[in-house]
């Protein structure tokens, strides 16, 4: 199995800076246990599994792949890794995210270079709670996808394209997947190699390459490219709590809008998602005031 060993600049935060492509508890695809971080995924090269561990000691990041992806997952481990980032581009405007930072001086953006991967699961939490879109990903992946190279048998690699085309409509049901997402999702996979492109484009581009397809918006665009690009610009407009999260943290009040939220952050244009990153690890969040959304499941219907 290939190898490689990338060198850590400075402090470096590896389950934080990979954390964001996991996607809820029990994802097949993603997993951290006692020797690393895991991470299974369908690359250009074929499907691949990548385990990549911190060594604090030696500052440094040891990763080992196995499957045709391998050699792919491994030239491009820098940059999931955050090498390209430059967390020093955002100025701290606000206490909280000076200390936030302080407190958080090695997470990274990760760029997987992958536009799919991020894409799929950002289509399956539209409009649904994370609970619901989670056990939707669960599903889909260890009834469809295939067993990930490398010796952990609990991981899957999502279906290719074709793969995802070929779900009967009953099997989104059964996973709580209504029309409108799944339709959102066969219209990307027929375009799977355009979608792609994506991953080679400024943040601008990608975005109007993601959204000019149906059923893709600006905030499943965003949480796509937060992704695949690093895009520390790559803000979420449209999320039920981001702008509340951010408009409680900056000023202590309740109800902020995506227009607020916008005004708030800009003073860090060109890094908001990055100052948006920054709150949410600060844990400073409103004060909850009613029950938790209630999970719906369109497969007992």
């Given amino acids: 199995m290939?190898?490689?060993?990338?060198?850590?600049?400075?402090?470096?935060?590896?389950?934080?800076?990979?954390?964001?492509?996991?996607?809820?508890?029990?994802?097949?695809?993603?997993?951290?246990?006692?020797?690393?971080?895991?991470?299974?995924?369908?690359?250009?090269?074929?499907?691949?599994t990548l385990r990549v561990s911190a060594r604090p000691a030696a500052g440094s990041v040891e990763a080992e792949a196995w499957g045709p992806g391998a050699d792919w997952l491994l030239e491009r481990l820098p940059d999931l890794l955050g090498e390209s980032d430059d967390p020093a581009a955002l100025t701290a405007r606000h206490r909280i995210v000076h200390e936030a930072r302080r407190r958080h001086p090695g997470v990274r953006l990760a760029r997987t270079g992958l536009v799919m991967e991020s894409l799929i699961p950002s289509i399956?939490?539209?409009?649904?709670?994370?609970?619901?879109?989670?056990?939707?990903?669960?599903?889909?992946?260890?009834?469809?996808?295939?067993?990930?190279?490398?010796?952990?048998?609990?991981?899957?690699?999502?279906?290719?394209?074709?793969?995802?085309?070929?779900?009967?409509?009953?099997?989104?049901?059964?996973?709580?997947?209504?029309?409108?997402?799944?339709?959102?999702?066969?219209?990307?996979?027929?375009?799977a190699g355009r979608m792609e492109e994506a991953a080679r484009m400024d943040l601008a581009d990608a975005t109007r390459r993601l959204t000019a397809l149906p059923g893709i918006g600006p905030w499943t665009a965003a949480e796509t490219l937060q992704r695949a690009l690093g895009a520390p610009d790559a803000i979420t407009v449209g999320d039920l709590h981001l702008p509340k999260i951010i408009g409680y943290a900056l000023t202590g009040r309740r109800g902020t809008t995506d227009a607020q939220m916008l005004e708030l952050l800009a003073p860090y244009e060109g890094q908001r998602h990055r100052a948006a990153r920054l709150i949410l690890l600060s844990g400073r969040t409103p004060p909850r005031r009613a029950p938790r959304f209630p999970v719906g499941d369109i497969a007992r219907l």
């Avoid at 492509?21 to 690393?36: E, I, K, Q, S, W």
């Avoid at 099997?171 to 375009?191: F, N, P, T």
């Fill in 124 to 191: 399956l939490e539209q409009k649904v709670t994370a609970d619901e879109a989670y056990r939707a990903w669960r599903l889909l992946l260890t009834r469809h996808g295939e067993p990930a190279p490398g010796p952990w048998e609990r991981m899957r690699v999502m279906p290719d394209p074709r793969g995802w085309a070929l779900i009967p409509s009953w099997e989104w049901h059964r996973a709580g997947v209504d029309a409108k997402r799944s339709s959102a999702i066969l219209r990307a996979v027929r375009v």
């Fill in 2 to 48: 290939p190898a490689r060993t990338w060198v850590t600049p400075g402090p470096y935060d590896l389950q934080r800076t990979l954390g964001v492509l996991r996607r809820g508890p029990g994802d097949p695809a993603f997993a951290v246990r006692d020797d690393g971080v895991w991470r299974s995924c369908r690359t250009p090269g074929g499907p691949g």
